[in-house]
């Protein structure tokens, strides 16, 4: 039998998880948004059978959906991911997992006490180099990471000014909280250490400036709220003794688009990274993996050659959600590595603010 899934939003990122779900051999059974119209015509495009205009109409319509999958801004994710875990379905929630750490805290709670299965659309550790480099890792190949620099920087790529991106109480941040995924990668590698302390700082220059908007996200908002970060500076220590720098950004003077990890291990460093022409619609993005290792007294660089990935590991993540469920793969990821992971984002934050260290 297979898996029946029911999604809640009927944006653009519902074309990748419904991919990745009918790849994986599920079903989908119903979509839900609450935009007027949005799911009936969602339902037509991809051919699911039933369409709600709420969430409680879906999961009263359609009893027989096991798993949900939650495409919503950001403030969302936590309410309905535990409103879905108490209604006895496994949950596959776009990112960010939640607003802050607490709130991912309630959801592991939720998760714990309804029996459940809970991933994160951490979709770049999907893309064939960060598991070719994980490969690695886990071979012994690397050693153990000491250090690791994470960077996901866009030069002009504001998603719209006034909408729900750009306002903290919808989305909790900007660019941190946003494109976290490389943060998130360079744990992944690390080994999800503890975080001890954090130090870091955001900058506001030119959010307000029509110049940096990106040619990508959503239509500007007259009147809306524009009240988050451009770019945030930070650098943590785990209680390991490991330490990871990150940089991220909307609107930052940089050459171009850049998403990496690049690491120093005890036996080999290591990078796994996709370059940009143009803010994020540049389809030719150059990937690399490549590895560093010291051999007969020679430095040698080798380059790992992985099957394209246009769509970053979305439809492969999406498809572990659904194998996860049965039994059949191990989750990419788990809630407490979602909880680390906005733990350290919210320090960055309380840094940033109080212009202190911040220990976790």
């Not at 619609?281 to 660089?301: F, K, M, P």
């Amino acid at each position: 039998m297979s898996i029946k899934v029911g999604v809640i939003g009927a944006g653009g990122m519902l074309q990748y998880h419904a991919a990745g779900f009918r790849q994986a051999g599920a079903e989908i059974v119903a979509v839900a948004d609450a935009a007027p119209g949005a799911a009936a015509k969602a339902a037509e495009k991809w051919s699911i059978a039933k369409s709600y205009d709420s969430v409680d109409a879906m999961l009263t319509g359609s009893p027989e959906i096991e798993a949900v999958s939650i495409i919503v801004p950001n403030k969302f994710h936590k309410p309905l991911t535990v409103q879905c875990l108490e209604a006895g379905k496994h949950v596959f929630s776009e990112k960010p997992p939640a607003l802050n750490a607490g709130e991912v805290q309630e959801i592991i709670d939720a998760a714990k006490k309804a029996g459940k299965q809970v991933l994160f659309n951490f979709n770049n550790r999907a893309r064939p180099e960060s598991q070719a480099m994980m490969t690695y890792i886990n071979q012994g190949v690397v050693g153990t990471i000491n250090s690791a620099q994470a960077k996901w920087i866009r030069r002009t790529g504001i998603p719209g000014f006034g909408g729900w991106f750009t306002t903290k109480e919808l989305s909790g941040g900007g660019p941190l909280i946003d494109l976290l995924h490389m943060v998130d990668l360079a744990m992944y590698f690390m080994g999800y250490p503890e975080p001890a302390h954090v130090l870091g700082q955001t900058f506001s220059d030119f959010i307000q400036d029509k110049a940096f908007k990106g040619p990508w996200g959503i239509p500007d908002r007259v009147g809306g709220t524009t009240d988050v970060e451009n770019a945030a500076h930070g650098f943590v220590t785990f209680k390991t003794g490991q330490v990871l720098s990150l940089q991220v950004s909307w609107a930052e003077m940089v050459k171009r688009e850049e998403v990496s990890v690049v690491f120093q291990g005890t036996k080999a460093g290591g990078k796994v990274e996709r370059l940009f022409g143009i803010d994020g619609l540049d389809n030719t993005a150059i990937d690399t993996c490549e590895l560093y290792v010291q051999e007969n007294g020679n430095s040698v660089n080798r380059s790992i050659v992985t099957p394209a990935c246009e769509d970053m590991g979305r439809i492969g993540s999406a498809a572990n959600f659904i194998h996860a469920i049965e039994g059949k793969a191990t989750a990419l990821n788990t809630p407490e590595q979602a909880l680390r992971l906005m733990q350290v984002i919210d320090a960055i934050y309380a840094s940033a603010q109080t212009g202190k260290p911040v220990s976790i």
